[in-house]
């Protein structure tokens, strides 16, 4: 755990020596699914069930961040086999998106990124049933990233997150493609010990 307490608390250097930050580390809090919950329902985001998922671990987030995953906005696609196609609507809205998204299976893709990243990395909320048949067959795969991060001005973490819930609003209801809602916090689920907390909040000071 040392050396992901090591590499995590990079991440939170990064984001406080960019401004970012207002709030003391003590106020870096373990996040519930039920917290997250309560943050969609009063930015009244319309979400579905089986759609919301966080992290497993310290060690997911640190292998996200490694992988430049971790930020917000984010939204990525995948075509049919699970390969990463190349965001050609970078510069559109995602209205575009949805208008174009049977074209996901004949774009530019690159087998050395898949959606099996994502998938061995991520819980279903409690809410959901089991996550909905990652077995089934989907015409392709969207990840879009949000967070309810205490350590940065709620005024930016605003910001950040309407992207990312206007990319979900326009994107969830595509028939027959697999939305993947993330949670990018660090949660209570993770049982971390107050020790592991102490010292992630002491590195940061």
């Avoid at 310290?58 to 699970?82: C, M, R, W």
């Avoid at 609507?89 to 996901?104: L, P």
């Avoid at 690159?110 to 409690?126: C, N, R």
């Amino acid at each position: 755990m040392n050396n992901t307490l090591f590499l995590i608390t990079a991440i939170f250097y990064m984001l406080l020596d960019c401004g970012y930050a207002q709030k003391t580390p003590d106020e870096i809090i373990p996040k519930s699914s039920n917290d997250l919950i309560e943050e969609l329902d009063n930015n009244k985001v319309v979400y579905h069930d089986n759609d919301l998922y966080y992290l497993k671990g310290l060690k997911e987030l640190v292998a996200l961040s490694n992988a430049e995953g971790l930020t917000i906005p984010n939204v990525q696609f995948y075509n049919k086999d699970g390969f990463f196609v190349s965001n050609v609507w970078s510069k559109g809205e995602c209205t575009q998106v949805k208008n174009e998204i049977d074209a996901i299976n004949t774009q530019p893709y690159t087998e050395d990124k898949t959606i099996a990243f994502w998938l061995d990395k991520i819980q279903a909320f409690q809410i959901a049933e089991q996550p909905e048949g990652m077995d089934k067959i989907y015409d392709g795969y969207i990840v879009i990233s949000w967070a309810n991060w205490d350590f940065l001005k709620p005024k930016l973490m605003r910001r950040l997150n309407k992207q990312s819930f206007e990319w979900y609003e326009q994107l969830k209801d595509i028939p027959n493609m697999k939305v993947i809602f993330l949670s990018i916090d660090v949660m209570e689920e993770w049982g971390l010990s107050e020790t592991e907390l102490t010292k992630l909040r002491a590195a940061i000071n």
